[in-house]
């Protein structure tokens, strides 16, 4: 996205005291960082939308405050012109002690002479959007706007114009037929409108149509005359006033009110002659009886609207003259054209077959598309590969929870066992066992993916898929000694998730990832995890859960992105509780295979010798050999990955979805935009994926549950002052006999609450047994935007853990203890 406006110093000022003109004021002043353009361009650079601000500043020290401001924020600013012809723009506002605006200055000069050099002009021919705020001049906005030359350098650009204010609004009226999208108030909407050259055919005509919604133009306006009986009958004329108001130059309303209903039936009797003559072959007016009586009067041509539902009928469709549609994919993904006689291969190509991948086939095979799929798993380091499905079945969800579960089963025989009356003593693992048995379930899932897309008539071929340009694919096997191939395809789907990404020191290759654990044919032994994600934490747990000694190599903090009051006390609790040992604020700098086939790990804070080394310092998208700058696909220069709208690539027929693009990296996530996507795409469907709200569990020892806001995220987006967390330590039922549990503060409630919406729940956290089970079930209650009066006013099952969300009353703020104080 190329962004042209202006970037602009606001300063705001507003007295302390009783405002007084003429002299000082003792007061408060704001200096922020404003503009139009520049807001919008932080706003799509905070969105990770690759984003270039094109503006002007002075070479002075605004301007240069201004440069700084946007180097601290890494956002590009070659297309930011210091120049000395002006000043950098200012806007200076003083409010009055109520707060309101009492007067401002805008220096905006030097945007209206906006200029822009060679390398920016580039850009804005090449960019998918161009949006140009209305600070510029008529002028610059037909440079702006201009095709780029050739045409066919990049036909699908999309233009967007954003007003700025009504003065600035018609600026664009000369080349608004070029716009594809407008941004206006209701206002600048009518100043747009009334602005408008009579010859509208040079005028986009789905700009008119959405004008026409709002604010309808009449050769002149419309008169209504509303005669009512008295108090009881004065929902249209409230109506018809409210209409003048809103729309003066279209509407003028003249209000007759009769005292009483015998006065207003006498003027019907008297009046029957005069409408004969004025609703010329209209019997209506003459059979009318009730109130009110409504009519227009337009051009000397009175025309009889009826009684009080016909008058509310005319004017809902006076505000809705051009009828939106619902959504289509046509307009959701609305360049997404081709030619119908081309014939292709493929209706459609999924490149991936994991979750979101299959759940998309499958779904548009369903809705008569002829769907090919192609997988294709490159070895890991070490060689581990496997069947269909993904890596949730392979090497992530399914063989993670079941080796979680493995560890549950320790514990508990170890730790509550004898309390509950069962004499265990001489039980013992076997891993060697435990990953056969894990690994013929999985391999069982593979064959009946393979079987579900043979009955779904979706073709699966073992091959890489590699673009050749936006609608070919060479398709190779090396391995299999098969291809290339070409195919072509409709539409495409990336779908090829992401892949562990290696340890950046000597030795790397010598570490497993989770590619591999779950497969490893001996047992681990000693183990040391490199890393802080839910990775890590969830391997090491079930790893320790199974009796190996684990440590942890943490560089800085853990589980990035999660609730940290909650890492941290997942973390304590592991160290404490597991025994897991965690070595803090370190990375290894070379990892040596020794003789005995020991790992001899140097870090930056030490030394030592592990049986096993497990990297999971996070993973990156799967995409390096798919060839997509052949296709024209664009990536996110700052997290690599695919840069999508609502799955959308930055070439219009093919899509992308899963951990290739910025969403949670999550099975059901994929396979839900998969589903939605297809709908799309191929059923007239127009619901979009919502990838707010979505529950996540993390299989640590002590499990963790959450959906919403982390308790972080809910005070930066309303406020601290904003914000209630209520929470509540608790010892589950199952765990309360054995003595080698705590009695207190092994598990936590929390709700964070928004005080200013009724309380309603920003954010869930649950920390405890079987978390997946329960946020699932509380995650439909936060979709729903429940609020804390509705946990609480929910009458609980006792007992269960997850009834401790329906007691909650502590709140932090209060400073009491959590603890809780019995059943």
């Known amino acids: 996205v190329v962004v042209v406006g202006g970037a602009v110093l606001d300063v705001i000022s507003k007295p302390t005291t009783q405002f007084v003109r003429g002299t000082s004021n003792i007061g408060l002043t704001k200096q922020t960082w404003g503009g139009v353009g520049r807001n919008i361009a932080e706003c799509l650079h ?80 090449t960019a998918r959007v161009v949006v140009f705020d209305g600070n510029l001049s008529p002028a610059k906005m ?134 004969a003559h004025q609703f010329d072959n209209d019997a209506r007016p003459l059979k009318h ?21 016909d008058t509310l009928a005319f004017f809902r469709a006076r505000t809705q003259s051009a009828p939106s549609a619902p959504a289509s994919s046509a307009s959701i993904h609305a360049n997404d054209t081709s030619d119908a006689d081309v014939k292709y291969d493929w209706d459609l190509v999924v490149i991936g077959g994991g979750s979101g991948g299959l759940a998309c086939s499958k779904e548009a095979s369903k809705l ?70 894990v690994q013929d379930y999985i391999h069982g899932l593979n064959f009946k993916y393979r079987v579900d897309l043979r009955d779904k008539k979706v073709k699966y071929e073992n091959m890489l898929g590699t673009f050749k340009d936006a609608h070919t694919l060479t398709l190779t096997n090396d391995a299999k000694k098969k291809g290339p191939t070409d195919v072509t395809f409709r539409r495409a789907v990336i779908a090829v998730g992401g892949r562990p990404k290696p340890l950046s020191c000597p030795g790397w290759e010598h570490a497993l990832s989770s590619d591999d654990i779950f497969s490893k044919p001996d047992a ?50 592991m160290e404490s509780e597991s025994g897991i040992a965690f ?66 690539t930055s070439t219009p027929n093919i899509y992308a979805l899963g951990d290739v693009i910025d969403a949670p990296e999550l099975t059901p996530v994929a396979i839900q935009a998969g589903k939605l996507l297809s709908r799309r795409l191929f059923g007239n469907g127009t619901t979009l994926m919502d990838y707010t709200k979505i529950c996540t569990a993390v299989f640590t020892p002590v499990e963790y549950g959450c959906c919403g806001l982390s308790e972080e995220d809910a005070i930066a987006s309303a406020g601290r002052e904003n914000v209630e967390v209520y929470h509540q330590n608790f010892t589950p039922l199952e765990w309360s006999l054995s003595h080698d549990r705590p009695l207190a503060k092994e598990c936590y409630a929390k709700l964070i609450v928004d005080t200013t919406q009724q309380k309603r729940v920003l954010g869930f956290h649950y920390l405890g047994p079987n978390a997946g089970e329960v946020t699932q079930a509380i995650g439909i209650a936060i979709k729903l935007n429940a609020t804390y ?35």
């Not at 995890?529 to 934490?537: D, E, I, K, P, T």
């Open 524 to 573: 681990p032994g000693k183990t040391l995890v490199v890393g802080a994600s839910y990775v890590a934490l969830e391997c090491a747990g079930f790893l320790k859960g199974q009796g190996f000694d684990v440590t942890i190599m943490v560089r800085s903090i853990l589980l990035r992105g999660f609730d940290q009051d909650i890492a941290r006390r997942i973390g304590e609790y």
């Open 142 to 275: 037909a440079r702006v706007t201009r095709p780029p030359q050739p045409k066919s350098l990049n036909p699908r650009r999309l233009l967007w114009f954003e007003p700025t204010s009504v003065e600035k609004a018609v600026r664009v009226t000369a080349v608004l037929h070029r716009v594809h999208v407008v941004s206006p108030n209701v206002d600048e909407l009518r100043a747009m409108c009334e602005a408008l050259p009579e010859d509208t055919g040079r005028v986009d005509q789905g700009l008119v149509a959405a004008a026409a919604r709002l604010l309808p133009v009449d050769n002149g306006p419309q008169v209504i005359r509303d005669v009512a009986t008295g108090p009881y009958y004065v929902k249209a004329a409230s109506v018809a006033s409210s209409m003048q108001h809103l729309f003066p130059s279209q509407i003028k309303a003249t209000i007759h009110e009769h005292p009483n209903k015998e006065s207003f039936v006498k003027w019907l009797n008297e009046s029957q002659t005069e409408f």
């Open 46 to 125: 905070r969105l990770d939308v690759p984003v270039l601000l094109v503006s002007n500043v002075g070479k002075d020290a605004c301007g240069h405050g201004l440069l700084r401001q946007l180097d601290s924020l890494h956002m590009d600013p070659s297309g930011v012109v210091s120049t000395s012809a002006h000043a950098t723009a200012t806007y200076c506002a003083v409010l009055n002690s109520s707060g309101d605006l009492d007067v401002a200055i805008a220096d905006m000069a030097i945007l209206h002479d906006l200029e822009w050099d060679d390398t920016a002009a580039a850009k804005m021919d």
């Open 789 to 823: 009066d509705d946990f609480i006013n929910t009458v609980g099952i006792h007992p269960t853990t997850a009834e401790i969300f329906t007691t909650l009353e502590i709140t932090k703020e209060s400073g009491v203890d959590a603890s809780a104080s019995g059943c």
């Open 583 to 648: 070595i803090k604020e370190s990375v290894p700098t070379s990892i040596v295979k020794l003789e005995n086939g020991q790992f001899q790990v140097t870090h930056t804070t030490g030394q030592d010798v592990y049986d096993t080394v497990l990297n999971a310092t996070g993973r990156s998208p799967d995409v390096q050999k798919l060839n997509l700058d052949a296709a024209g696909v664009a990536l996110n220069p700052k997290s690599g990955r695919i840069h999508v709208v609502n799955e959308q």
């Open 368 to 437: 008569g598309q002829k769907v090919l799929v192609l997988d294709y798993v490159k070895p890991s380091p070490v060689g581990s590969t496997w069947g269909l499905g993904g890596t949730c079945v392979n090497v992530g969800c399914i063989p993670k929870k079941l080796m979680h579960q493995s560890s549950i089963i320790g514990e508990i025989l170890h730790k509550d066992a004898d309390q509950f009356g069962w004499s265990v003593s001489n039980a013992t693992f076997d891993w060697s066992k435990l990953v056969s048995s």
């Open 289 to 309: 009886k009730s109130s009110p009586f409504c009519y227009l009067e337009q051009d000397d041509n009175p025309k009889f609207v009826g009684g009080c539902d």
